[in-house]
C-alpha cells in the first residue's frame, strides 16, 4: 500500500509569516511530486509540481524535495489570509502513463489576519 | 485557461438508482482520471483510462463502476445502483503527462 503522509493540522500562522507544510511518502520509486491547494467544497488546484532533489521556488510558494529521506514540503512565505485553505501532497510513480496520483489526507492551513 | 468541465454540479438520488457523471476533459490531453472525495476525507483513486481503455483501478471501482469515452469528447463515470455510501464529491480530472488538472466536480448524495 503506497502512503502519503501530512499531518492534518490545522496549522495557524499570523499573516506575513512563513507557512511550513510537510510530506513523506513511502514508495521510493515515486518520481513526480505536486502540491494542490483546496478550499472548502472546491476542487484541489495545482501549486507547484518538482521531480528533482533540492528547491524549487515560484513566487511566494518553494518546494523541497529529498528524495532519499522521502520527503517534501511547501514553504509559503508572506502567509496571507487567502491561503487558509487544505493543503495536498499528491505524488506519482510516471504521470505519463496514466498511473495514479496518491494523495495525502492534507493539511489544514489558517493564516491569521 | 482550459480547463475540465463537469455536469451535473450536484446530483441527488435514490438508493439502488444508476447515476451517470460527465466530464469534457482539456483538448489534446490524453489521460483521464475519476477521483472521489468522501466529505472531510482525502481524495481517492477510482480509476485512470488512457486510449480508450483502463489503465489502472482501485479496489472502490467494483463492478457497480464503469468509465466510458462515448463520443470521443465526453468522459463518463456510471455507477450501476448507488448506495449511500457512494455519496461524496467525484472529480474528473485529465494529465497532459506532466501533472493533473481537476474538474469543479460533482456533487453526488445518495438518499
Sequence with gaps: ?113 | EPEVTQTPSHQVTQMGQEVILRCVPISNHLYFYWYRQILGQKVEFLVSFYNNEISEKSEIFDDQFSVERPDGSNFTLKIRSTKLEDSAMYFCATSDRNTIYFGEGSWLTVV
Design chain 1, 1 to 113: 500500500q503506497k502512503e502519503v503522509e501530512q499531518n492534518s493540522g490545522p496549522l495557524s500562522v499570523p499573516e506575513g509569516a512563513i507557512a511550513s507544510l510537510n510530506c513523506t511518502y513511502s514508495d521510493r520509486v515515486s518520481q513526480s511530486f505536486f502540491w494542490y491547494r483546496q478550499y472548502s467544497g472546491k476542487s484541489p488546484e495545482l501549486i507547484m509540481s518538482i521531480y528533482s532533489n533540492g528547491d524549487k521556488e515560484d513566487g511566494r510558494f518553494t518546494a523541497q524535495l529529498n528524495k532519499a529521506s522521502q520527503y517534501v514540503s511547501l514553504l509559503i512565505r508572506d502567509s496571507q489570509p487567502s491561503d487558509s485553505a487544505t493543503y495536498l501532497c499528491a505524488v506519482t510513480n510516471s504521470p505519463n502513463t496514466g498511473n495514479q496520483f496518491y494523495f495525502g489526507t492534507g493539511t489544514s492551513l489558517t493564516v491569521i489576519p
